[in-house]
């Protein structure tokens, strides 16, 4: 399994809090990804980093922002949490070029009361 | 942007029969098409996937065919065992971005 981990694993907080998921790796990838999943929608990309302090918007990134000043970790901050964004969360990771394989992480459940 | 539509979204088939999953998408500049199994509370894993410079890839009883004039890919699991149950997922990098767009998954059950 590719080396990736996320924390924490389960979370549940209150609307308006905000909230921070961690992507580590092992693996010195260059590309790192955010996903949400949601029943119906599949997996859907909220940002990506191409390198370090290098990042994009991906389908679905209103609300949430992101972070990565070193290679390894990749963070996903929600400044206010809100319902909506109650779902599980996946970082993946790719090296190289773009078009190579993405490999996934284990995901965070998120619920947002 | 890049639109995947994948049909169907639930199938169910006899163990040992054959099972085939369809995807089309959008963006003729698509250049790579990956495929993942999802078991229930797992994360996504990568099964198979396929660039747009070759029309066919096998891995023992996994298949992907592409078709770019088209614009569609599918996925082939050949003498389906009660252990391929899970939902699968195809997906397409957009050439114009550097971005995966994921179908909406296909509930696989196969029923021994």
């Known amino acids: 399994d590719a080396g990736i981990t996320q924390s924490p694993r389960h979370k549940v907080t209150e609307t308006g809090t905000p909230v921070t998921l961690r992507c580590h790796q092992t693996?010195?990838?260059?590309?790192m990804y955010w996903y949400r999943q949601d029943p119906g929608h599949g997996l859907r990309l909220i940002h990506y980093?191409?390198?370090?302090?290098?990042?994009d918007k991906g389908e679905v990134s209103d609300g949430y922002s992101v972070s990565r000043s070193k290679t390894e970790d990749f963070l996903l901050t929600l400044e206010s949490a809100t319902s909506s964004q109650t779902s599980v969360y996946f970082c993946?990771?790719?090296?190289?070029?773009?078009?190579?394989?993405?490999?996934f992480g284990d995901g965070t459940r998120l619920s947002i009361l | 942007g890049e639109n995947v539509e994948q049909h169907p979204s639930t199938l169910s088939v006899q163990e040992g029969d054959s099972a085939v999953i369809k995807c089309t998408y959008s963006d003729s500049a698509s250049n790579y098409f990956p495929w993942y199994k999802q078991e229930l509370g797992k994360r996504p894993q990568l099964i198979i996937d396929?660039?747009?410079?070759?029309g066919e890839k096998k891995d023992q009883r996994i298949a992907v065919t592409l078709n770019k004039t088209a614009k569609h890919f599918s996925l082939h699991i050949t003498e389906t065992q009660p252990e391929d149950s899970a939902v699968y997922f195809c997906?397409?990098?957009?050439?114009?971005?550097?971005?995966?767009?994921f179908g909406s998954g296909t509930q696989l059950t196969v029923l021994p």
């Open positions: 693996e010195n990838h260059r590309y």
């Open positions: 980093s191409y390198g370090v302090k290098d990042t």
């Open positions: 997906a397409s990098l957009s050439g114009s971005a550097r971005q995966l767009t």
């Open positions: 993946a990771i790719s090296g190289g070029q773009v078009n190579q394989p993405q490999h």
């Open positions: 396929i660039r747009s410079n070759v």
